[in-house]
């Protein structure tokens, strides 16, 4: 693990390399555990509502050793982009809780337990808002299963939620200290494509497919809906390294999760008409602003996304430190329990919810 703090020195441009474990099919190697329990952390279902009256389900994860009169700093977890909280968000949750926090995985609106239709449906202000109703839960008065400190709350996002969180921070500052694991910028992503190889053209004839299943949705009376991206259903031959990486962690047994009122075949997949949505998303605008919170950026220094990190690191005020992961990809931060920093991550927050 190398840590890079302010002066992280000029990088050139990474081509997608991904380390080789990530092409193989349900590899469990460097200690993958996505549905890793402790028996030394107790897991409350919950759920709160947002400030759009929405529903956000979640898991609140309590330590064993706290006492109800003990005032404890509380971190929230949000999943990769297209999952649920079962998918990575737990695991954190459990490892964090572990070392004496009190922790809470949620489910982003639209996906999972939490509510919003159509399921699967693409909306960044809806997914920011989850975090800071995470907050209001955490933080009530009415919230009685912990005793939270609500001046020491922060706040991690693996994968899209880093940018969501990102986005919800810069107008939240009751969240004390912002952190990410293979962090991806949705908007970013959705507009240029990885390493800008998406053209304008290209960007537009997404747009246009979008709206056209929009005609189609009003002139069948809603009609049925349609899907695009996300995780591939089944490998071929000529599947990309990405797509191979995403596809050994959601469609085997490493990481697959069925989601309630879903099927594995639609986890991952965002509704077409609303996935251009991401394409107004700019989470990484006025990051400066969250200064002087902490913020800590954890990425794999082989990850294809680790220009997303990149990018909010040099954008971000001080303090903010960026942590590689060395032979780590982007998937590998989800669950390789022998490769994700938690002891660097829970100093983080150690430090920074003071």
Request: proline share 11%; hydrophobic share 35%; charged share 10%.
């Given at each position: 693990m190398k840590i890079m703090g302010s002066n992280i020195a000029a990088l050139g441009i990474l081509t997608t390399i991904l380390n080789p474990i990530s092409a193989i099919a349900q590899n469990m190697?460097?200690?993958?555990?996505?549905?890793?329990?402790?028996?030394?952390?107790?897991?409350?279902?919950?759920?709160?509502?947002t400030q759009y009256r929405t529903t956000v389900a979640g898991n609140l994860f309590i330590p064993d050793t706290l006492t109800t009169n003990t005032?404890?700093?509380?971190?929230?977890?949000?999943?990769?982009?297209?999952?649920v909280k079962e998918q990575s968000a737990n695991l954190y949750a459990t490892r964090l809780a572990e070392t004496g926090f009190i922790t809470l995985s949620l489910d982003l609106p639209f996906w999972g337990a939490s509510t919003g239709q159509p399921r699967n449906a693409v909306s960044a202000e809806l997914y920011a808002e989850a975090f800071s109703a995470a907050v209001d839960y955490l933080g009530s008065p009415h919230q009685t299963i912990a005793n939270v400190d609500r001046a020491r709350i922060g706040a991690l996002g693996i994968c899209g939620s880093g940018g969501f969180l990102i986005s919800a921070a810069k107008l939240d500052p009751r969240i004390r200290a912002i952190a990410t694991a293979s962090m991806y910028d949705m908007g970013a992503v959705s507009r240029n494509g990885l390493q800008a190889s998406q053209s304008v053209e290209a960007r537009m004839e997404v747009i246009a497919q979008a709206a056209e299943q929009r005609w189609t949705e009003v002139d069948n009376d809603g009609g049925e809906v349609q899907y695009t991206g996300g995780t591939v259903d089944e490998l071929l031959v000529n599947s990309t390294a990405v797509e191979r990486?995403?596809?050994?962690f959601y469609r085997t047994v490493r990481g697959e999760v069925t989601p309630r009122g879903s099927t594995p075949e639609l986890t991952t997949h965002p509704t077409l008409s609303s996935n251009t949505k991401f394409m107004n998303f700019y989470p990484f605008n006025d990051i400066e602003t969250i200064a002087p919170r902490p913020m800590l950026f954890v990425a794999g220094d082989q990850a294809h996304s680790r220009e997303f990190s990149e990018d909010a690191f040099a954008r971000a005020g001080e303090p903010k430190e960026l942590v590689w992961v060395s032979e780590a990809g982007h998937v590998d931060l989800y669950d390789r329990t022998e490769l994700i920093p938690f002891d660097r991550i829970e100093r983080f927050f150690r430090e920074g919810l003071v």
């Open positions: 190697s460097y200690g993958a555990d996505n549905f890793y329990r402790s028996n030394n952390v107790t897991i409350h279902p919950i759920s709160f509502p005032s404890t700093p509380a971190i929230i977890i949000g999943h990769p982009m297209g999952a990486e995403f596809y050994d």
